[in-house]
C-alpha cells in the first residue's frame, strides 16, 4: 500500500457560498448518515470504520483547517494540496504521508459540509485513495478507497459509483497539483541545506494553489 493518501473533490458553488463554506463550523459528524460504512464496495471492502473518526475536529471551519494544512506545508510538513475555487466550483486535491486519521477525516467531513453551500441539486462526489505518485486512478480502477456522495442535507458513502465524469472534473486541480509539486522540488533541490536554517518557502500560499480567501485570518 502507498504511502500517499489522497483526498479530492470537485464541488460546484457560487462564490458567495465559497466564501459561506470558508467561514462556517463544520457541524458534527452525523452530516455523514454512515461514517462507519466508508470502505464498503471499494479496496478495503470488508474493513469497519467505526474508530477512524474518533479524531475528527468537529466544529473546526474549512478555513481554519486548510490554512493550518497550508501553514504546514510551508514548512515542507507532509501536507501538501491544493484548494481553489474556479469555473463555479470548490476544488480540491489533498496529498497526506501515510492514513493520518485526523487530517484524512476532518477532510472528508468539511467536503460534507460543504453540501449546504451546492448550487446544483444533484449529489456531488469525494473521492479518497492511496497512489504512492499521488496521481488519480482512472475511474475504472479497482485501487479507490472511499467515495463520499455529497448532498445538500447530508453526505454519504456509497458503495459503487460510476467516476467517469468525477474523474475528468478532477484532472485540471490534479494538473495544479503537480504544478506545485514541481516548484517545491525545485526550492527544495536549490536550498542551502548547509546553512543549517529549516527549508521554509511560501509557494503554498500562492493563488494559483491556495484561494486567498482561506488565508484571510479573520473572525467568521
Known sequence: MS???????RIPMSREGFEAWLGTPVPGLGRIANPADMFDGWLWNG?????????????TTPREYFAERVDDACSAKSSDGVLLYRDGALEAYLFHLGYDEWSVHTALLVFAAAGEFKSEPGDDTVLFWAETGANLWP???????????????????????????????????ESRF??????????????????????????????????????ERRAD
Open 47 to 59: 474493513r469497519r470504520a467505526d474508530t477512524e473518526w474518533n479524531s475528527v475536529d468537529a466544529e
Open 139 to 173: 475511474a475504472d480502477a479497482d485501487g479507490w478507497l472511499a467515495v463520499l456522495s455529497v448532498g445538500r442535507s447530508e453526505a454519504r458513502f456509497v458503495d459503487a459509483r460510476d467516476l467517469t465524469d468525477v474523474v475528468a472534473g478532477l484532472r485540471p486541480v
Open 3 to 9: 504511502d500517499s493518501f489522497m483526498v479530492a473533490a
Open 178 to 215: 503537480f504544478e506545485m509539486v514541481e516548484r517545491l522540488a525545485e526550492e527544495e533541490e536549490s536550498w542551502d541545506w548547509d546553512s543549517g536554517e529549516k527549508f521554509r518557502t511560501d509557494t503554498p500560499r500562492d493563488p494559483a494553489f491556495t484561494d486567498p480567501s482561506v488565508l
